[in-house]
């Protein structure tokens, strides 16, 4: 899918349904491809996780797309504007925290966004009381920043990006050193900008915040994007658990084997823990049910589980691992 990029940064023009668009996006440092042919496509008003380990290439990605360096190939736009020949257009409304959030310590909360508001368009100044409240920092907003906890730096820091009413909010890591409240308050935070129709591009590692936050994911390991695309999509092409609990598991194990359904078959302490293959219908598991009971065990409880985006990440860089 290809979607229109502007090529003169007249708004009205601006029609991508992308909020970021890249084709053969690439960054080496030295051999060290970190980041590698990246084809992403963020849809326009969702929350998208951009996952993978440490050292995967999240950061360099985000650094690239705001133009804080440069990439050695490829193309991108954001919100529609190709950049960099339309960075400026673009990065007007665009929001970001890159790395951790930096701030000087010696201000208030409200004296380091009057500095970042300074630097953009009348309105910005307008918009700091709005955004302190937004991010429920209007209380602390005149404690100096050097008192704050990682997870307040990490609220400034988006009061910080609402300063220009971004269509595009991108956040590098906004989970990294909070406790588990901050994380909520964060998670909360990022769904009711996404509400407002904003989209939030945000990097993790953290696969459960991922799954709990983003509508959408792009899984990325060594610089390169493994899979992409809405979460319940991507699920539905994992392999389903099935616990069985029964009688007799051992034959109940035989039966299930000498059919076609493709099942792997382990016997448990309850019973048996089925692994289907993905895309497998529900009317399979009445088949198990059927095949087992008229060969008279009796059956307990059949059991399907919901595979996590972490199972799935793990299926899907152990298939990797398979190939390499
Ligand atoms: N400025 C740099 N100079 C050389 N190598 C770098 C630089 N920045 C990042 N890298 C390398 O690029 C890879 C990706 O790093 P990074 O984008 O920070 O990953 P992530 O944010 O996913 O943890 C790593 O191997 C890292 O060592
Ligand atoms: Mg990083």
Same mark, same amino acid.
């Given at each position: 899918?290809?979607?229109?990029?502007?090529?003169?940064? #007249? #708004?009205?023009? +601006?029609?991508?349904?992308?909020?970021?668009?890249?084709?053969?996006?690439?960054?080496?440092?030295?051999?060290?491809?970190?980041?590698?042919?990246?084809?992403?496509?963020?849809?326009?008003?969702?929350?998208?996780?951009?996952?993978?380990?440490?050292?995967?290439?999240?950061?360099?990605?985000?650094?690239? !797309?705001?133009?804080?360096?440069?990439?050695?190939?490829?193309?991108?736009?954001?919100?529609?504007?190709? /950049?960099?020949?339309?960075? #400026?257009?673009? !990065?007007?409304?665009?929001?970001?925290?890159?790395?951790?959030?930096?701030?000087?310590?010696?201000?208030?909360?409200?004296?380091?966004?009057?500095?970042?508001?300074?630097?953009?368009?009348?309105?910005?100044?307008?918009?700091?009381?709005?955004?302190?409240?937004?991010?429920?920092?209007?209380?602390?907003?005149?404690?100096?920043?050097?008192?704050?906890?990682?997870?307040?730096?990490?609220?400034?820091?988006?009061?910080?990006?609402?300063?220009?009413?971004?269509?595009?909010?991108?956040?590098?890591?906004?989970?990294?050193?909070?406790?588990?409240?901050?994380?909520?308050?964060?998670?909360?935070?990022? !769904?009711? *900008?996404?509400?407002?129709?904003?989209?939030?591009?945000?990097?993790?590692? *953290?696969?459960?915040?991922?799954?709990?936050?983003?509508?959408?994911?792009?899984?990325?390991?060594?610089?390169?994007?493994?899979?992409?695309?809405?979460?319940?999509?991507?699920?539905?092409?994992?392999?389903?658990?099935?616990?069985?609990?029964?009688?007799?598991?051992?034959?109940?194990?035989?039966?299930?084997?000498?059919?076609?359904?493709?099942?792997?078959?382990?016997?448990?302490?309850?019973?048996? #823990? *089925?692994? !289907?293959?993905?895309?497998?219908?529900?009317? /399979?598991?009445?088949?198990?049910?059927?095949?087992?009971?008229?060969?008279?065990?009796? +059956?307990?409880?059949?059991?399907?589980?919901?595979?996590?985006?972490?199972?799935?990440?793990?299926?899907?860089?152990?298939?990797?691992?398979?190939?390499?």
């Amino acid at each position: 899918m290809s979607a229109l990029v502007v090529d003169d940064a #007249d #708004d009205s023009a +601006v029609a991508s349904r992308w909020a970021v668009e890249t084709h053969g996006l690439t960054k080496r440092f030295g051999d060290n491809v970190a980041v590698g042919g990246v084809e992403l496509l963020v849809p326009r008003g969702c929350a998208f996780g951009y996952l993978g380990p440490n050292g995967a290439g999240k950061t360099t990605l985000i650094r690239v !797309l705001l133009g804080l360096t440069h990439a050695d190939a490829g193309t991108m736009s954001l919100l529609g504007y190709a /950049v960099p020949k339309h960075r #400026d257009v673009a !990065l007007a409304r665009v929001g970001a925290i890159v790395d951790e959030p930096r701030f000087h310590g010696h201000l208030t909360g409200r004296q380091n966004l009057q500095i970042l508001a300074a630097a953009r368009e009348p309105a910005a100044r307008e918009r700091i009381g709005p955004a302190l409240e937004r991010v429920g920092m209007a209380h602390r907003a005149d404690d100096r920043v050097a008192k704050y906890s990682m997870g307040m730096r990490q609220r400034l820091g988006v009061a910080a990006c609402l300063l220009g009413d971004p269509q595009l909010l991108i956040l590098d890591e906004p989970m990294n050193g909070l406790d588990p409240a901050g994380m909520h308050e964060m998670r909360d935070m990022i !769904l009711s *900008l996404v509400a407002e129709g904003r989209t939030v591009v945000l990097s993790s590692h *953290l696969l459960d915040e991922v799954e709990r936050t983003c509508d959408a994911v792009a899984i990325v390991d060594q610089g390169r994007i493994i899979r992409q695309g809405p979460i319940l999509e991507l699920l539905a092409g994992a392999s389903l658990d099935l616990q069985v609990e029964c009688s007799q598991p051992d034959q109940a194990r035989a039966l299930i084997e000498r059919t076609n359904i493709g099942a792997q078959v382990e016997v448990g302490p309850t019973g048996l #823990d *089925l692994t !289907l293959p993905a895309g497998t219908a529900r009317e /399979v598991i009445a088949e198990i049910n059927r095949v087992l009971v008229e060969s008279g065990i009796r +059956v307990y409880r059949l059991q399907p589980i919901q595979a996590s985006l972490e199972s799935w990440f793990l299926q899907v860089t152990s298939r990797l691992g398979d190939t390499q």
